[in-house]
């Protein structure tokens, strides 16, 4: 009798056997509807002696019920879902519920229902809002919603005109197809640099095997538009193409030079995407790039796991950035996962920075990647000039931020009518509270976090798990009314300063709190590039993606913020954003100028961001990286230990201690309580432990963690490459 085992989607499942029932056979990677007990569940129909499980006997086994009509998960995404959880020490069914992460795409209606104007004659008067709609909405179609923000009215205004016989609703098909993009809509200018690199990279496209390229561009060369070459060849082709972005919501700028490029928009694919919308892009991209299939999709990390059926091409934008690490569920690094794809795939990976990681250099370095190099910035602008402002010498006045160079500087931008940046890495007002009578500091109850003022909400946060409350009015400790000092500068703070100095100045605060949408973003970006902004005030989020030919002036306001801390990358993330935000100065034909304010213009990485020498920066620490055994050279792993009760957090973390293993390829620093010591209510211990490249790691791990009982409160996570160090 035949059997199937199936990898069950539910993390405490594992794989379950079982038979055929009345099929002749089912395809491997086929995703099937099982009986269990009195329930389903859902899993992908796996490779025969790749997955151990207990072996049950044949009159046991229950038949599969149904199998799914979508296409089967092919064995490149079944290789990379088994090394993703072996290598990241994580459950083989959460790195598959990945793949299928759109449960609307397997099952759910595949109609929906969007609105229209009728073009019904008007009887009577109409109100100022109908009439409005009825301008706007010439030619639109949507949800209620949708037309609702089109034309700035609300639902129910729209709900009334449906009454009135002025709107109808439309079925529509949720998998209709995609319209396709054309490789030769627009044929850009490119330099030669760019065409050199260019022309490479559409090669290793034709050539259809594994190719693993670090293209390493200055701020402002164009990587884009090169890239955009071997992504025409892949559509040219009939093959399908990831770009992974690291923050969707910046995406704006990329899709309009997409579609002035291919004349189309791309598929998208995010976590605030509906999930209609959700259900059409994933049976697009496992239709194929052809008949209205998803050819081009860009979109975050989670992207990568998606069940492309004849990938071409990854080109992962930004690649050095933090945020394609998830550090919760699943630990991945998406950066690398995708070359592991590209290699399951045999198609070729494109890693684009300006700042590439340490680890992407070195793998340039000795010959594993093929690195592409564009030194210089497109149509002749030049690199910005950069100069340091020592905070020791220069003293900003009391409780304020901004040195008098830098506020020279602001002066002379204004006058001139060119835009400035401020950069601070930090959201919210202020980083602490506390009360001026008795001390009191202000904490998250949840967290061992101070609490974040935003004051354009009037609220105290914590940006570690999400609490929120409004700002008190008195102390919460002694009762003391209007006791409240803010302590340290946030964004706001830097923005009201720039306010009081400059009282005309039109100045945009631009975070994650202010920009958390792609409309909002398209919204700051469109006021930008009309020049309705003077002054940005902003964190990482400004440091990438943005391209204003008019701002000549980016001030860093703490340039040794990145630098406290515990994080052995912190030097590194410091001169990448520090030198991506020096990078959108002077992009147009107004050469841009840099201020960096520091208390330690000697620290290596300040004195190489001055002057502008990467090369020093890399070998120093390339050294003090090899010095430390930490990667590229060694590895890390993180092993956090957490309950509600912090007793059973310390008893366990102790057991576990007690069982480490003593291997001199490895050594095992912990248990400590962590530095974030109590998170979302848990309290934490951590245990890091640093291995020679050598060292069969996640075995060790796997079976060290595995050999101890512990209480069922007890939450372990391992993070294998750790970027979170709290
Ligand atoms: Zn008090
Ligand atoms: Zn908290």
Not at 319 to 331: I, L, P, T, W, Y
Not at 381 to 400: F, H, R
Not at 439 to 462: D, K, M
């Amino acid at each position: 009798m035949k059997r199937v085992r199936l990898l069950v989607l539910n993390a405490a499942l594992g794989v379950l056997d079982y038979k055929l029932g009345d099929r002749e056979a089912i395809p491997v990677g086929s995703v099937v509807i099982a009986p269990l007990g009195p329930r389903t569940v859902t899993g992908i129909v796996w490779d025969e002696g790749r997955l151990p499980g207990t072996e049950v006997p044949a009159e046991k086994l229950r038949a599969i019920r149904e199998v799914v009509d979508v296409p089967p998960i092919a064995k490149p995404l079944r290789r990379l879902i088994e090394w993703t959880a072996h290598y990241y020490c994580a459950n083989l069914a959460s790195v598959a519920r990945m793949v299928l992460s759109s449960g609307g795409a397997l099952g759910g209606p595949t109609t929906t229902t969007e609105y229209r104007l009728t073009g019904n004659e008007v009887s009577g008067r109409l109100t100022a809002q109908r009439k409005q709609a009825l301008e706007r909405l010439s030619g639109e179609q949507g949800t209620m919603r949708e037309l609702a923000a089109i034309a700035e009215v609300s639902e129910g205004v729209l709900r009334g005109m449906a009454g009135a016989g002025l709107i109808e609703p439309v079925s529509v098909a949720i998998d209709r197809p995609y319209p396709p993009a054309d490789p030769d809509f627009h044929q850009p200018e490119l330099s030669q640099d760019q065409r050199r690199v260019a022309d490479r990279l559409v090669d290793a496209v034709k050539a259809r095997e594994y190719a693993p390229f670090l293209l390493d561009g200055v701020t402002g060369s164009g990587k884009t538009e090169t890239y955009f070459e071997p992504v025409a060849q892949a559509i040219r082709a009939g093959r399908q193409v990831l770009v992974l972005l690291p923050e969707i919501a910046l995406t704006e700028n990329f899709l309009v030079r997409f579609e002035q490029r291919f004349g189309t928009p791309p598929v998208l694919w995010h976590s605030s995407l509906k999930s209609t919308e959700r259900r059409r892009a994933w049976r697009a991209i496992a239709k194929g790039a052809d008949d209205g299939g998803a050819q081009v999709i860009v979109g975050a990390r989670s992207a990568l796991f998606l069940p492309y059926a004849d990938l071409g091409l990854i080109v992962v934008d930004e690649a050095h950035e933090v945020s394609f690490k998830q550090d919760d569920g699943v630990r991945y690094n998406a950066r690398d996962v995708s070359v592991m794809r590209a290699r399951f795939e045999e198609i070729p990976v494109v890693l684009a920075s300006a700042t590439p990681a340490l680890e992407s250099l070195h793998m340039a370095s000795t010959g594993i990647y093929e690195k592409l190099d564009l030194p210089s910035r497109f149509g002749g602008a030049q690199l910005p000039d950069i100069q340091l402002v020592d905070l020791t010498v220069e003293k900003p006045g009391n409780g304020q931020w901004l040195a008098k160079p830098l506020i020279d500087g602001l002066t002379e931008r204004l006058e001139r009518g060119e835009q400035s940046l401020l950069f601070l890495n930090r959201r919210g007002y202020a980083p602490l509270t506390l009360c001026r009578n008795c001390g009191h500091r202000f904490q998250c109850p949840h967290c061992s976090a101070w609490l974040v003022e935003h004051r354009l909400s009037a609220r105290l946060a914590c940006h570690h798990c999400g609490y929120e409350t409004k700002v008190p009015s008195e102390c919460d400790e002694c009762g003391e009314p209007d006791c409240l000092v803010a302590c340290g500068p946030g964004v706001e703070r830097i923005a009201d300063e720039v306010a009081a100095l400059f009282p005309e100045a039109r100045v945009a605060v631009a975070t994650s709190d202010t920009l958390g949408n792609p409309e909002k973003a398209a919204e700051f970006i469109a006021q930008a590039e009309a020049k309705a902004i003077d002054v940005i005030v902003g964190t990482q989020l400004v440091t990438k993606g943005f391209h204003f030919p008019e701002l000549t002036l980016v001030g860093v306001v703490d340039a040794d913020l990145g630098l406290e801390g515990g994080d052995l990358r912190a030097a590194e993330r410091t001169y990448q954003q520090v030198a991506q935000v020096a990078g959108r100065a002077g992009r147009g034909a107004k050469p841009g100028e840099v201020l960096i304010q520091t208390r330690h213009p000697d620290a290596p990485v300040i004195a190489a961001l001055a002057n502008g020498d990467r090369d020093a920066f890399y070998e120093a620490e390339t050294d003090a990286r090899r010095d430390a055994g930490a990667p590229p050279f060694g590895r890390w792993a993180a092993i956090i230990l957490s309950s509600e009760d912090e007793k059973e957090a310390r008893e366990a973390a102790v057991r576990l201690g007690d069982t480490r293993p003593h291997r001199d390829d490895l050594y095992i620093l912990g248990p400590a309580p962590a530095p974030l010591a109590l998170l979302r209510g848990r309290y934490r211990y951590r245990f890091l432990v640093n291995a020679k490249r050598s060292a069969d790691l996640q075995d060790m791990l796997n079976h060290w963690v595995s050999g101890v009982q512990f209480p069922p409160g007890i939450r372990i996570g391992i993070d294998i490459d750790p970027y979170s160090f709290v």
